[in-house]
Nanobody
Framework: QVQLVESGGGWVQAGGSLRLSCAASGRIFRRNTMGWYRQAPGKQRELVATITSDGSTNYADSLKGRFTISRDNAKNTVYLQMNSLKPEDTAVYYC?????????????WGQGTQVTVSS
């Protein structure tokens, strides 16, 4: 019932910037957390950043200062501004929407968007 569509991935040279977007549609509860995760080849999926519906953010320590997460609640859209990109940022980036209903946790994932950073 919830769909997430990511966009904005692509190829960029080291030091460049990209902005990812993720639009959510369907039955979306007002109180939720949207976030970005990434998975590099041969590695586990890892947290990039999350943002709650009231604007509280959480970042992976290694990415603080280079990545910025934001959201537009009216559009049910979350953004990830990525600056000073490094080859090690190359990964598939996944959008996530998480919410709690009747004490149970739920989450939905996007299909992922590839980010490739060349040296």
């Amino acid at each position: 019932q919830v769909q997430l569509v990511e966009s904005g991935g692509g190829w960029v040279q080291a030091g460049g910037s990209l902005r990812l977007s993720c639009a959510a549609s369907g039955r979306i509860f007002r109180r939720n957390t949207m976030g970005w995760y990434r998975q590099a080849p041969g590695k586990q999926r890892e947290l990039v950043a999350t943002i709650t519906s009231d604007g509280s953010t959480n970042y992976a320590d290694s990415l603080k200062g280079r990545f910025t997460i934001s959201r537009d609640n009216a559009k049910n859209t979350v953004y990830l501004q990525m600056n000073s990109l490094k080859p090690e940022d190359t990964a598939v980036y996944y959008c996530n929407l998480a919410w709690v209903l009747l004490s149970s946790s739920f989450n939905s994932w996007g299909q992922g968007t590839q980010v490739t950073v060349s040296s």
